[in-house]
């Protein structure tokens, strides 16, 4: 389900949007900056901050995940059902583990959130449908040069 073109853009956007559904039918939009690959057909995210999105999850399973490269101008719209585990299941400790080493041991995991993905689909900008020549390379070194920042070299 998951393509390498998919995990790579989810390891490298620093932040994507999870949409849950309230219990008065309206919508429920989230960051999420610890957003990862678990496996071929799931996705996991730790549950930091967003009491009202666990809230939803356990009464309504289905999830929306929507992460797009700011720079590129696409990403990809995730659909899926999630589990919640907490502290003293095995998947909950390696999360709170790799969260610690990434950002040490202040930031609160009060959940592992698993997204078994059922759809996804492509998000791309309308300029790469609706302005001739457009490439990522282009729409890449445009945004760049709109937020004033310069593009990660690999050492």
Same mark, same amino acid.
């Given at each position: 389900m998951l393509?390498d073109?998919m995990?790579?853009?989810?390891a490298?956007?620093?932040?994507?949007?999870?949409?849950?559904?309230?219990?008065?039918g309206?919508?429920?939009?989230?960051p999420?900056?610890?957003?990862?690959?678990?496996?071929?057909?799931?996705?996991?995210?730790a549950?930091?901050?967003?009491?009202?999105?666990?809230?939803?999850l356990?009464?309504d399973?289905r999830?929306e995940?929507?992460?797009?490269?700011?720079?590129? +101008? &696409?990403g990809?719209?995730f659909?899926g059902?999630a589990? =919640?585990?907490?502290?003293?299941d095995? /998947?909950?400790? %390696? !999360? +709170? &583990?790799?969260?610690?080493?990434?950002h040490?041991d202040? =930031?609160?995991?009060y959940d592992?959130? /698993?997204i078994e %993905? !059922?759809?996804a689909?492509?998000?791309?900008?309308?300029?790469?449908?609706?302005?001739d020549?457009v490439?990522?390379e282009?729409?890449r070194?445009?945004?760049h040069?709109?937020?004033?920042?310069?593009?990660?070299?690999?050492?």
């Amino acid at each position: 389900m998951l393509t390498d073109d998919m995990k790579d853009l989810v390891a490298g956007t620093m932040l994507c949007f999870a949409a849950t559904i309230n219990e008065d039918g309206s919508p429920n939009l989230s960051p999420k900056s610890s957003l990862r690959v678990h496996d071929d057909t799931h996705l996991l995210f730790a549950n930091m901050a967003s009491p009202g999105t666990a809230d939803n999850l356990r009464r309504d399973p289905r999830i929306e995940l929507n992460c797009v490269d700011i720079f590129s +101008r &696409r990403g990809y719209r995730f659909s899926g059902r999630a589990q =919640l585990f907490s502290d003293g299941d095995p /998947l909950y400790g %390696v !999360l +709170r &583990r790799d969260v610690a080493a990434e950002h040490g041991d202040s =930031l609160p995991v009060y959940d592992a959130v /698993l997204i078994e %993905v !059922l759809n996804a689909s492509p998000v791309i900008s309308p300029a790469y449908t609706f302005v001739d020549g457009v490439t990522e390379e282009l729409l890449r070194n445009a945004y760049h040069g709109k937020y004033g920042v310069q593009p990660l070299t690999a050492s």
